[in-house]
T-cell receptor, first 115, second 113 residues
Framework: NAGVMQNPRHLVRRRGQEARLRCSPM?????VYWYRQLPEEGLKFMVY????????ESGMPKERFSAEFPKEGPSILRIQQVVRGDSAAYFC?????????????FGPGTRLTVT | EDKVVQSPLSLVVHEGDTVTLNCSYE??????LLWYKQEKKAPTFLFML????IEKKSGRLSSILDKKELFSILNITATQTGDSAVYLC?????????????FGQGTRLTINP
């Protein structure tokens, strides 16, 4: 059973470009969470999605960031018009049931570098 | 505002030493405290603690929670170079159905041979 998959693992974008990060949850998991980890900091919650629904986006910046988890296909975290401060590792986690934290399985992360 | 603070931020010891990592928190509607080990990739789950005073143990690692003083410790005995990693503490808080997970900034542990 493959774990949570994220791609790309590394992404380099110039300021002003768009970044698209993909997350495929573990098989059978319908709950996806996105976290951002800035250098030398802990993980910060961004958004929690179920299939076709955003459940909690309280950690998402108000502008330029959006997330979706369509009925078919991976969850996408989109960052428009990236700035240097967006450089970070973005982790996705998935769970089978609700929000119980110990059930969240993390992907390997996407390291975004904005030049 | 919810807050999870870990100390020390960085720790360097020799193989064989015992280390204690600390995590203190301030949240409303505490649900659980979790410890993760993060090497170069995703965090891997170590322990979940919900009750005070009950030690969780896995090999050379153990952890305990104090809900009165709002902290937890993670102990690693007879450390090995493979224990080198960032150890993250996270607190789950909030009402049922609207829980949030807040991470501390991590403790970077380096074990020298």
């Amino acid at each position: 059973n493959a774990g949570v998959m994220q791609n790309p693992r590394h992404l380099v974008r110039r300021r002003g470009q768009e970044a698209r990060l993909r997350c495929s949850p573990m098989k059978g998991h319908s709950h996806v969470y996105w976290y951002r980890q800035l250098p030398e900091e802990g993980l910060k919650f961004m958004v929690y999605l179920q299939k076709e629904n955003i459940i909690d986006e309280s950690g998402m910046p108000k502008e330029r960031f959006s997330a979706e988890f369509p009925k078919e296909g991976p969850s996408i975290l989109r960052i428009q018009q990236v700035v240097r401060g967006d450089s970070a590792a973005y982790f996705c986690a998935s769970s089978l049931f609700g929000r119980a934290s110990y059930e969240q399985y993390f992907g390997p992360g996407t390291r975004l570098t904005v030049t | 505002e919810d807050k999870v603070v870990q100390s020390p931020l960085s720790l360097v010891v020799h193989e064989g030493d015992t280390v204690t990592l600390n995590c203190s928190y301030e949240v409303t509607n505490f649900r659980s405290l979790l410890w993760y080990k993060q090497e170069k990739k995703a965090p891997t789950f170590l322990f979940m603690l919900t009750s005070s005073g009950i030690e969780k143990k896995s090999g050379r690692l153990s952890s305990i929670l104090d809900k009165k003083e709002l902290f937890s410790i993670l102990n690693i005995t007879a450390t090995q170079t493979g224990d080198s990693a960032v150890y993250l503490c996270a607190v789950e808080w909030g009402i049922q159905g609207a829980q949030k997970l807040v991470f501390g900034q991590g403790t970077r542990l380096t074990i020298n041979p």
